[in-house]
């Protein structure tokens, strides 16, 4: 069994569309959260941190984190076509570096 | 502002040849990260610098596998005896400072291997 546990898609939403994005952990000790992500053949691109619990607001995008049931979201607003993209969530420990990461999920989003 | 920079974009190994992956980070960035992504998968990481030292070696594969950054600046990956199963693409980031703020890293493009 994986750190993370994210579901790989693909997810396919009209534009305009709220689209919902999740993540699953078992590490107990994570406690920063991020958001990655990444176009074909590029690195991936930070989007959003969270420092344990508690939601985060930017933009079209929120970050949510809830520890007690090692369960994080994305959501995203008004989708559009421009973010088809893999999100990939990430995650480490206090005072820790290496970033554990999901496996991303594909998203597509249809004009 | 430059961005993380990695060299080459892709690269053909055959199978026993060894290669050299370079990163040059954004400037003034005290960590420096390598991550292995294979393909449909998120990155795993594989060791962490910070300036030119090597705090953080666990993630590396096996022992064909080294890592420097002998100036604090710019690192290289290096695998010897290259393998099949070493095709992946090699990502690096950087990040400012250190523990707290070292969530925030910047990646760079990666270097697509393939191993024939």
């Known amino acids: 069994q994986k750190e993370v546990e994210q579901d790989p898609g693909p997810l396919s939403v009209p534009e305009g569309a709220i689209v919902s994005l999740n993540c699953t952990y078992s590490?107990?000790?994570?406690?920063?959260f991020m958001w990655y992500r990444q176009y074909s053949r590029k690195g991936p691109e930070l989007l959003m941190y969270?420092?344990?619990?508690g939601n985060k607001e930017d933009g079209r995008f929120t970050a949510q984190v809830d520890k007690s049931s090692k369960y994080i979201s994305l959501f995203i607003r008004d989708s559009q076509p421009s973010d088809s993209a893999t999100y990939l969530c990430?995650?480490?420990?206090?005072?820790?570096?290496?970033?554990?990461f999901g496996a991303g999920t594909i998203l597509r989003v249809k004009s | 502002g430059a961005g993380v920079s990695q060299s080459p974009r892709y690269k053909v190994a055959k199978r026993g040849q060894d290669v050299a992956l370079r990163c040059d980070p954004i400037?003034?960035?005290?960590?420096l990260f390598w991550y292995q992504q294979a393909l449909g998968q998120g990155p795993e990481f594989l060791t962490y610098f910070q300036n030119e030292a090597q705090l953080d070696k666990s993630g590396l594969p096996s022992d064909r596998f080294f890592a420097e950054r002998p100036e604090g600046s710019v690192s290289t990956l290096k695998i010897q005896r290259t393998q099949q199963e070493d095709s992946a693409v090699y990502l690096c980031a950087s990040s400012l400072g250190e523990w707290e703020s070292s969530y925030e890293q910047y990646f760079g493009p990666g270097t697509r291997l393939t191993v024939t």
């Open positions: 590490n107990s000790a994570f406690q920063y």
């Open positions: 990430a995650m480490s420990e206090e005072y820790g570096n290496k970033l554990v």
């Open positions: 400037s003034g960035h005290v960590s």
């Open positions: 969270t420092y344990s619990s």
